[in-house]
Structures are given as C-alpha cells and as structure tokens.
C-alpha cells in the first residue's frame, strides 16, 4: 500500500520522502517505507 501512495505523491511531482509536522509539532513522512511504481510513469 505504501508503493501506492508514493506513486500517487509522485504523479503530481510531490516528494513522498518529505517529512511534514502535525498540529502538535511531531514529524511524520507522507509515504511510511513506499517507492514510487516506475512502471506507471514509462
């Protein structure tokens, strides 16, 4: 599922590795361990 997602982020140019803060000020990556699928962009 994680492939998924960061093939979803990558389509539009996003960073899936990006780490972005909550409301409560913690870190968290947008894509938990996924790669982007490279045969959906070919």
């Given at each position: 599922?994680s ?31 996924g790669?982007?699928?490279a045969?959906?962009?070919?």
């Open positions: 599922m492939d998924l997602h960061a093939s979803i982020c990558h389509a539009p140019g996003i960073n899936p590795n990006k780490e972005v803060m909550t409301p409560l000020q913690r870190p968290i990556k947008l894509v938990d361990n790669k982007p699928v045969e959906l962009f070919s």
